[in-house]
């Protein structure tokens, strides 16, 4: 009989591959919010995922780009260094794509790491005997134990890779329930939903000039289930930022609350009731103060 086996995996790479979409993928569930703007990420976001003589825990991390110096981003850079602990660490990058940023961020992984390359977005790829040299070349940059093209958006070759990543993983008994998805609370959830509204709905660069903080968080019996009662507060730098965030009569913001509140109905299993303000806190990157409210130390 096969032994059991259980780990952490550190998804690592630069902003943008989809980490996070492979994240979702592979347990099979939305719990790392997804953007097409790189710097989505901010937070280790944990999905856990138990097969028959297998539990994987996998670490979500923030693609950061080296060389921005807020307090936030050297917070950031923490949590990939965090990720970069794991068992196993998965390496992405984009298929047909290998550059500066993409170097920089493999070279932060340490030598003596367990390291897998997950070469993601393979769907994009028009003709596939281009990718074959690719990988071919892309093995010659570092001593992978092994090189996985899949597709998170697809899903294609994805049980290609958890079966890879098993074998790689140490002997150990399940260090969480089977059917627990994840260490995060439905608070850090509530939070990330939301942000990932600001995402969708803001151009630019604001999306980077705010973040979520969730105030209250309480659940109260109704005749069926629970309705949580959630109170949020959307961080902005200035108020001519927080006169777009609201939109004209405040209709942008209801937007984002009312999209953020349904994905979060999804994901509690639940009604929701979410009520969100906007406030501006001057240079909230560098304020540690502001950062430890926001998860960030
Ligand atoms: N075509 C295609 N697009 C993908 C795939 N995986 C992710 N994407 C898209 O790539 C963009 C970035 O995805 P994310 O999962 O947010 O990437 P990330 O690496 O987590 O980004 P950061 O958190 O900013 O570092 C989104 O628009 C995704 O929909 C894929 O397999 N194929
Ligand atoms: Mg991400």
Request: glycine share 6%.
């Amino acid at each position: 009989m096969k032994r059991q086996r259980c780990g952490t995996v550190g998804i690592v790479g630069r902003p943008n591959t989809g980490k996070s979409s492979l994240l979702n993928r592979l347990v099979g569930e939305k719990l790392s919010i997804v953007s097409p703007r790189p710097q989505t990420t901010r937070h280790l976001v944990t999905g856990i995922l138990t097969l028959p003589g297998c539990q994987y825990v996998f670490v979500d991390s923030p693609g950061n780009p080296p060389r921005l110096k807020s307090v936030l981003h050297k917070a950031l850079s923490r949590r990939v260094a965090e990720a970069l602990q794991a068992d196993v660490v998965l390496y992405v990058i984009e298929a047909m794509r290998f550059g500066p940023e993409d170097r920089a961020a493999l070279d932060r992984v340490p030598q003596d790491a367990k390291v897998i390359a997950v070469v993601n977005k393979v769907d994009t790829v028009k003709r596939a005997a281009d990718l074959i040299p690719f990988l071919q070349r892309f093995a010659g940059v570092r001593d992978f134990a092994a090189i996985v093209p899949v597709s998170a958006r697809t899903g294609k070759n994805v049980p290609e890779l958890l079966r890879v990543l098993r074998d790689a993983l140490p002997e150990g008994p399940p260090a969480y329930p089977a059917d627990q998805l994840t260490d995060r609370d439905e608070r850090f959830f509530a939070a990330e939903l939301l942000r990932e509204k600001l995402f969708e709905e803001l151009g630019e660069e604001l999306p980077y000039r705010c973040d979520v903080v969730v105030d209250s968080f309480k659940e109260e019996a109704m005749k069926q289930g629970v309705l949580r009662r959630i109170e949020a507060t959307i961080l902005v730098e200035r108020d001519s930022q927080k006169a777009i965030v609201l939109g004209s009569r405040g209709e942008r913001l209801k937007r984002m609350a009312t999209a953020a509140r349904k994905d979060m109905e999804r994901l509690f299993e639940g009604k929701v009731y979410l009520g969100v303000w906007v406030k501006v806190r001057r240079a909230w990157t560098d304020d540690a103060r502001v950062l430890r409210q926001l998860g960030y130390e």
